[in-house]
Nanobody, 117 residues
Framework: QVQLVESGGGLVQAGGSLRLSCAAS????????VSWFRQAPGKEREFVAN????????AYANSVKGRFTISSDNARNTAYLQMNSLKPEDTAVYYC??????????WGQGTQVTVSS
């Protein structure tokens, strides 16, 4: 089982950019699907994007498509979420998760992203 640590969150003005990192330890992510989720105050956690490490296929929520890009770095065993053209509604705690087959997600602790208007 891998362990995940997110970083890169912060405060940014609307229209700005941030890059989030999800660093894994304790095992390679090569056989995993890695996802980004977010949870805003008072709302349920929602899917943002994922990447299947083997094959590199990606998927995005419609709300972020065209603005966010998920990527992977095998050498660093790290996934990234590049967030551009940020909007106030993107404000949330962003979580990284990794899943292999039918196993439950392994979750990071989250990183706060705040977008001011």
């Amino acid at each position: 089982q891998v362990q995940l640590v997110e970083s890169g969150g912060g405060l940014v003005q609307a229209g700005g950019s941030l890059r989030l990192s999800c660093a894994a330890s304790g095992g390679t992510l090569f056989t995993y699907t890695v996802s980004w989720f977010r949870q805003a105050p008072g709302k349920e956690r929602e899917f943002v994007a994922n990447i299947r490490w083997s094959g590199g296929s990606t998927a995005y929520a419609n709300s972020v498509k065209g603005r966010f890009t998920i990527s992977s770095d095998n050498a660093r065993n790290t996934a990234y979420l590049q967030m551009n053209s940020l909007k106030p509604e993107d404000t949330a705690v962003y979580y990284c998760a990794a899943r292999r087959g039918v196993t439950a997600n392994v979750w990071g602790q989250g990183t706060q992203v705040t977008v001011s208007s």
